[in-house]
Structure formats: C-alpha cells, structure tokens
C-alpha cells in the first residue's frame, strides 16, 4: 500500500473531539457527558461550539445536534454511543 494511502494511527492523547450544539438543548446535554466521560477515559482532548454563535456551524448543522467530529471529521449526531466514541479515539 502507498505510504500516502496508509491510515496512520493517533494515539489518544493526540485526538480532538468536538461537540456541536446549543444551549437548552437536552441531547447536547447528554451528549456533552459522554463525550467528557470518553475523553477523560482515553485522554483525548474535547472542546464544544455553539451554532447558535457561529454561521457556518449554523448551516451546516442545525439539523443534527448535537454533532460529533473527531479531528475535525463528523463521527456521529443526535445520540452519542460511548463505545463507538471510544473505539474511534483508540484507532
């Protein structure tokens, strides 16, 4: 396989999640903890937007909130599955 196509593995602490949504939002709520309950487990990094605060998010977004990236690519919406989180930060 060519060293351009091969899927190089980051190892937890390197990955990013981000949690997509917007205050007063009960799935977000949900969402938020299990993202942090994760992260905390596999010392991946978390941070959180508001798309009520950001156009773009906005547009691209409000649909599905909660929405989760990881490294900047989208992983999931709506309902977090903790496991599958953890499976994807430990590729």
Known sequence: MSPLLRRTKKKAGERVVTLIGK???????DAREVVASV??????????K???RDE??????WEQIPV???????HTF??????????ALEE
């Open 23 to 29: 205050p007063g939002c009960h799935l977000c709520d």
């Open 39 to 48: 992260c905390e487990r596999t010392g991946a990094s978390w941070e959180e």
């Open 50 to 52: 508001d798309i009520t």
């Open 56 to 61: 773009e998010l906005h547009r691209a977004y």
């Open 68 to 74: 989760v990236l990881v490294d900047g690519e989208q």
């Open 78 to 87: 709506w309902r977090v599955d903790g496991e599958r989180l953890r499976r």
